[in-house]
């Protein structure tokens, strides 16, 4: 399957929508058709529009696309939509103070989704982990010093803040297998905390959780851990994320994306449901808290 590194959601979005207005505006001005013919008329340099409209920005200019705007005779609401995309891709997002702790673009386009479905087979999803589960995660089999494991703690715990405690946080369905949640990291203080973390976590409105227990057999997605991101009004289109050992994939093919969409609905109908996964989690943080003198899992 074929992967990419696209360019950030929001720049991605912008462009889509300065070309929609341009072709949309040149219904009822051929002179608008070609971007050459826009770059000339604007005494622009060769290949500036081109580029915007292929996702390649620096930092958008609020004044220049103001000036593309009028030139396009461009009214309110597409106006305002434009306009308000540009305001938010010149804010510095909560990520570049961690650009060392994450190898992809992978934030901003979790920054920018509406609707987020995971399937996770090993572990506990970044999103929902603890600051003591993390900690042990970043350290394992690596030997890294105490302030780089400290530092993308951190990290992931800013990332976590940043989208469950958002204004308007982003629809999340999660399936977790069972063995993610048995598998002993930390001892088991640490996983009774991360159980326990779990559990109030999904008594929240916009996050359903369901454990896949160990009984419910093969399913199709025993294969791979991913992430589906859907975005408001489908720009940019919904798109496929699998995290490997050494890259990164994001796959959007329609396919792709129909493909992991079944790979999930299976599993979340094979998963307990969300009400019998929060018994699951409040009796393993039962079973945990009577361990925690010892160091089984």
């Known amino acids: 399957m074929p992967s990419f590194s696209p360019p950030g959601p929001l720049l991605l979005r912008l462009s889509m929508e300065l070309r929609r207005v341009r072709l949309e505006s040149a219904e009822d001005n051929p002179a608008l058709r070609n971007v ?3 770059e000339k008329a604007l005494r622009w340099g060769r290949g500036r529009l081109a580029a915007w409209e292929r996702g390649q920005w620096q930092r958008p200019d609020y004044t220049l696309i103001t000036v593309l705007l009028d030139h396009y005779g461009t009214a309110d609401p597409d106006r305002q939509l434009i306009l308000t995309l540009v305001d938010e891709a010149r804010r510095t997002p909560w990520y570049n103070k961690y650009k060392d702790a994450f190898r992809s673009a992978y934030p901003g386009f979790e920054a920018a989704a509406s ?5 996770e087979l090993m572990r506990v999803p970044g999103l929902f982990q603890t600051a003591e589960y993390a900690a042990h995660m970043v350290r394992s089999g690596q030997a890294l010093s105490d302030d780089v494991v400290q530092q993308r703690v951190e990290a992931r715990l800013a990332r976590q803040n940043a989208i469950l405690n958002r204004e308007e946080p982003p629809q999340i369905s999660v399936v977790i297998d069972e063995s993610a949640l048995r598998k002993r990291v930390g001892g088991p203080k ?12 999904s008594v929240r409105g916009h996050i359903q959780l369901q454990v896949l227990p160990d009984e419910s057999g093969p399913y199709l997605a025993m294969h791979s851990s991913f992430v589906m991101l859907d975005f408001p009004y489908g720009m940019p289109p919904s798109m496929v994320f699998v995290e490997l050992a050494s890259h990164d994939l994001y796959l959007d093919g329609p396919s792709e994306v129909q493909r992991h969409t079944l790979v999930f609905n299976q599993a979340s109908l094979l998963a307990l449901t969300p009400e019998q996964t929060r ?10 808290e009577q361990r925690k003198g010892d160091h089984g899992p």
């Open 36 to 38: 050459t013919d826009v």
């Open 115 to 119: 609707q987020l479905r995971l399937i």
């Open 190 to 201: 640490v996983m009774a905390d991360q159980a326990r973390h779990l559990f109030e976590l």
């Open 279 to 288: 018994a699951w989690l409040a009796t393993r943080v039962d079973q945990l």
